[in-house]
């Protein structure tokens, strides 16, 4: 079964952008793969972000933007804020009714 | 408002069985398909299984299949996951979660877990 890659961490300043990706140990992610992200602040259920690679979810802040980088999904935040600070996971389709969740991206904001 | 509402976590022996619930309100359950997402203490979420909307069409992670059996009762608005031979690596916390479909480019239907609810804990002793 393939491995959905994310970066096991990353920090961003307060304002400043951050872009979060999303790959696959073998092969290209394609938007066939639907690819989701969602935000899991710790000790809480995760919520939804972006689905359908690039398509925020109902009420989410426009500084989150989801887009294709290359062969691999992308999470970009723009004009990042405290509150941001949280794991944030992708999930990708992998056909046969399979899905695979990437190992999470913790980012920390300071 | 949509919710969705886990039961039936506890402690078990290892080679043991339990039965989660979810229970589904705030949407017509029987038009959506019921994802299991776990997550194990202080590690990423993973996707267990699913079950489509009529409950004809399971799927699961290869790391459950053939102890998990995931079913719904649509009269209940609920989905079950029946866990057998549970092993020590089993323990997490399990989410269900609603998935939406969506017309894709491609004209395949595509799909995301819109709704989750709050998780219940499945621990395993040995």
């Known amino acids: 079964q393939p491995v959905v890659t994310q970066e096991p961490s990353l920090s961003v300043s307060p304002g400043g952008t951050v872009t979060l990706t999303c790959g696959l140990s073998?092969?290209?992610?394609?938007?066939?793969?639907?690819p989701s992200w969602y935000l899991q602040p710790p000790g809480q259920a995760p919520r939804t972000l972006i689905y359908?690679?690039?398509i925020r979810s109902s009420g989410v802040p426009d500084r989150f933007s989801g887009s294709m980088l290359g062969d691999k999904a992308a999470l970009t935040i723009t004009g990042a804020q405290a509150e941001d600070e949280s794991n944030y996971y992708c999930?990708?389709?992998?056909?046969?009714?399979?899905?695979?969740f990437g190992g999470g991206t913790k980012l920390t904001v300071l | 408002q949509v919710l969705l509402v886990e039961s039936g976590g506890g402690v078990v022996q290892s080679g043991g069985s339990l039965r989660l619930s979810c229970e589904g309100s705030g949407f017509t359950f029987s038009n959506y398909g019921i994802h299991w997402v776990r997550q194990a203490p202080g590690k990423g979420l993973e996707w267990v299984a699913v079950?489509?909307?009529?409950?004809?069409?399971?799927y699961y992670a290869a790391s459950v299949k053939g102890r998990f059996t995931i079913s719904r009762d649509n009269s209940k608005n609920t989905v079950l996951l029946q866990m057998n031979s549970l092993r020590p690596e089993d323990k997490a916390v399990y989410y269900c979660?609603?998935?939406?479909?969506?017309?894709?480019?491609?004209?395949?239907?595509?799909?995301?877990?819109?709704?989750w609810g709050q998780g219940t804990l499945v621990t395993v002793s040995s």
């Open positions: 999930v990708l389709y992998m056909g046969a009714g399979i899905w695979v």
């Open positions: 073998s092969g290209s992610v394609s938007t066939t793969s639907f």
């Open positions: 979660a609603k998935a939406k479909y969506y017309f894709h480019s491609s004209g395949k239907p595509g799909a995301y877990f819109d709704y």
């Open positions: 079950i489509s909307h009529d409950g004809d069409t399971p």
């Open positions: 359908d690679t690039n």
